[in-house]
């Protein structure tokens, strides 16, 4: 991949930004609260779905839940909701 077909891509997400410095690409993921350097030549080498996946260091997992019977994703929660399951005490029976 190109180093401006990284960067367009970054451009058009909200999530990402990036630096360009003397070595690489700093990329910035404000969801996942991630910084990654990423080198020139590793870009070159590189697809964009490679890339983003480093840079997510692991921390892009959706977390699933069963509720009254139903499992649902909680990233689709909204801040109140995932935040009584913050609260929720497990205990055994």
């Known amino acids: 991949m190109k180093l401006d077909e990284l960067t367009g891509w970054l451009d058009s997400q909200q999530e990402w930004d990036y630096q360009l410095d003397d ?8 969801r996942l609260e991630t910084l990654t350097h990423v080198n020139f030549g590793a870009v070159e080498k590189n697809t964009i779905d490679a890339i983003t996946a480093a840079c997510s260091q692991g921390k892009d997992v959706d977390q699933i839940t069963r509720v009254t019977g139903y499992f649902s994703r909680v990233s689709g929660w909204n801040k109140g909701k995932a935040g009584e399951l913050r609260d929720r005490h497990r205990s055994k029976v």
């Open 23 to 30: 070595d690489g690409v700093l990329i910035r993921n404000d």
